[in-house]
Nanobody
Framework: QVQLSESGGGLVQPGGSLRLSCAAS????????MGWYRQAPGKQRELVAV???????RVANSVKGRFTISRDNAKNTVYLQMNSLKPEDTAVYYCGVGPWNGAAVYWGQGTQVTVSS
């Protein structure tokens, strides 16, 4: 079975940075994409960024220019570098693995990101 282990969340002031990591254990054969979703209380879960095994990326307009997604295929690990954080970025961030342009098949446990002064 595939398991996703997330780390890197925490409390940061506006304008600060965090780097999230998610490592997948087990085989993810046939699942091309790794990405990040986030959900704030009372809000819909939204896609933040996704990256294919070949390096293609899609990033939500709300975080373009501030967040960068990357991956290490050899380690089955995806990263999310978050810069210039804003209070509206506060949410639980979830790592997901699935097909490109499809819903995630596996999910991480979520990691809390709080941006507050």
């Amino acid at each position: 079975q595939v398991q996703l282990s997330e780390s890197g969340g925490g409390l940061v002031q506006p304008g600060g940075s965090l780097r999230l990591s998610c490592a997948a254990s087990g085989s993810i054969f046939g699942l091309n994409a790794m990405g990040w979703y986030r959900q704030a209380p009372g809000k819909q879960r939204e896609l933040v960024a996704v990256i294919a095994s070949g390096g293609s990326t899609r990033v939500a307009n709300s975080v373009k220019g501030r967040f960068t997604i990357s991956r290490d295929n050899a380690k089955n690990t995806v990263y999310l570098q978050m810069n210039s954080l804003k209070p509206e970025d506060t949410a639980v961030y979830y790592c997901g693995v699935g097909p490109w342009n499809g819903a995630a098949v596996y999910w991480g446990q979520g990691t809390q990101v709080t941006v507050s002064s």
